[in-house]
Structures are given as C-alpha cells and as structure tokens.
C-alpha cells in the first residue's frame, strides 16, 4: 500500500503553482485621485488656484457622481461590504454539509433531557442565522465581481448605469482634479500596467495589491473609475478597517509565499513603518515623480526581463 501510495505521488503530471516574485503593494490613497483624501485635497488646493470655485466644484461634482453611481449596483455603504477583508473571504458552506456535520458531531442522549434539547435548538438557530448572513454576503459579492469584470475596461458604460449622460461631466471634472494632484493617474496606470504586461510576458509572476481601510466595494469602485481594474483582479483589493494593515501585510505573506519580494509603495508614514516592521521594502510617495521614478524602477530591473 505505501509503495502504491508514493508511486502515485510521485507519478503526479500536474505543473507546479507559479510561484510569485514580486507583489507591489499599493496604498489606495496614492493610486485614487477620487479617494476621499485626495478629493479632499484637492478642494484645499483650489483656493490658490487661478479658477477657485471652478476647480473646488470639479472635485465635489467627482465625488457626487462617483459614488451615487456606484451606489446603486455596488452598495458601497452597505455595512456587511466592511465585514470581508478579501472578495475571497465571502465563502459559504453548503446548508446541507453544515447541517449534517452539525447531526454527525452533536448526539444527544436520552438522559440529558429537555436542556440539552433546548441548547441544541438555540445552537442550531445561531448557526442558521450565520449561515444565512453568510450567503446574503457571498451573492453581494458575487455581484460585486460581476459587475467589477463586467466594467473593469468600460468605466463610461458603469457611470450610465448609475447616472445618464455622467460620463461626459466625470471625464471632464476627473481631468481637472487629477490636474491640480499633479496629473499622477497616467503615471500610476503605466506602473500598475507593467507589473501585469511582464507577469504574462515572463516565466515569474508579478501582481498588485490594493489595501485600503475603505471596505473592498469602495475599493472595486474606485478602480473601475479611474481604469485601473485592468491591473488589479479583485480578489487583490484589501480592506484594512477590521484587521489592520499589520495583519494583512501578514495575510499577504502567507497567501504569496515567503519566496515573494514585496514593495509596498505609499505615502503613509504609518503604513511605512508596519511595511519595515514586516520586513518588507518601501517605495516612499513624496510627489508625482515618484511614480515617474518607479516605472523606470520596474522597467529596468524590478520586473526581471520581460522574456
């Protein structure tokens, strides 16, 4: 039997896993000019501007439309969205499976009379109630990654979903808000692109991650709008706000592997310092530039050859 056993094993034809190189993790904040930071940002640089009140309207009206629009097809404030960290956090067992293991594992003999009973009961209705929690979140988010794939290359179409004819007035006010930030979008789009343009071009995988204390749907939203779903599957977008950035940076670790080199690019002091303290490399954010500096980073000799 063990001889049989280890021939089977080792007969095994299935490719290895690819095994990640580099994962760059990205603070939400420096990728997003419609994060909330950012807008609020830019309504405080406006007053030093040329055109004041027009530029301070271009970032309330960006907000305005993007998360209305989001709203209604991605429940951004929806309270269960903040209790996932991950898309792939929103896992439900079969009813059938819970409810057999739970029969299986509890056998209740006759002398326990009535309270045991009355345990069992209360036990089971938790457990239902959870269960069915549970399943309200996973087809939330089973919406959410339709939706998500659906618009990752057609923010237009998201915004004439949620609000006729906004895609026109966002592309505009977009424009001038990403303008008065210093213009990064293009920048962070060109190194978020290449990180997925050489993991398809070269034996090493690389990816991007997106961390966040907003919930994973503000997130996904957010990347849909400013194009950058693309480079960004869904299950790498991580919401802080309940674990913390220290146990996700951790989660990271262990989900990519501890071969895994990990750059963590951010403006965040706080979130610099957790990244050390993690033993993970930093890409520091002072201005615009530093995309400008990373790209050429990466092209050069971050993402290996592109062979």
């Keep these: ?10 007969g095994s034809s299935s490719p290895p896993e690819a095994q990640y190189v580099r994962v760059f993790v990205w ?15 830019a309504a405080r640089l406006a007053p030093a501007a040329s055109q004041p009140h027009v530029l301070r309207q271009a970032a309330i009206q960006v907000h305005s439309l993007v998360f209305p629009s989001s709203t209604d097809h991605l429940d951004i404030n929806d309270h269960e969205f903040f209790q996932v960290c991950n898309a792939e956090d929103a896992v439900v067992e079969e009813p059938t499976a819970v ?50 794939e659906q618009y990752a290359m057609n923010r237009g179409g998201l915004l004439e979903r949620g609000i006729p004819g906004a ?44 961390i966040s204390n907003e919930s994973v749907v503000a997130q996904a ?6 194009g950058a779903a693309p480079y960004v599957p869904l299950e790498n977008l991580f919401s802080c706000g309940k674990q913390g950035k220290e146990m996700i940076l951790d989660r990271l670790t262990a989900r990519f592997g501890k071969k895994c ?5 951010t403006s965040s ?12 490399a930093v890409w520091p954010v002072s201005s615009p530039e530093a995309f400008v500096n990373l790209y050429s980073a990466q092209n050069d000799f971050l993402l290996g050859s592109g062979r």
Excluded: H, W
């Design 221 to 226: 939203a957010q990347m849909l709008l400013i």
């Design 99 to 148: 409810a057999a293991g739970t029969a299986a594992s509890t056998p209740i003999a006759a002398s326990e009379g009535e309270e045991a009973g009355n345990a069992v009961t209360s036990t089971t209705s938790t457990r239902s109630v959870t269960s069915e929690a549970a399943r309200r979140v996973a087809a939330k988010y089973a919406n959410l990654r339709q939706v998500y």
């Design 261 to 265: 080199s990990f750059v963590v690019v």
């Design 1 to 10: 039997a063990k001889s049989s056993k280890k021939k089977k094993i080792g």
């Design 269 to 280: 002091g706080d979130t610099q310092n957790i990244a050390r303290k993690e033993q993970m």
């Design 27 to 41: 603070d939400l904040d420096d990728v997003s000019v419609i994060a909330p930071s950012q807008l609020e940002m």
């Design 167 to 210: 895609s026109k007035e966002f592309e505009e006010s977009l424009a001038t808000v990403d303008a008065m930030l210093g213009g990064k979008t293009q920048n962070v789009l060109r190194c978020l692109e290449i990180v997925t343009a050489r993991s398809l071009q070269s034996m090493d995988k690389y990816a991007n991650v997106i």
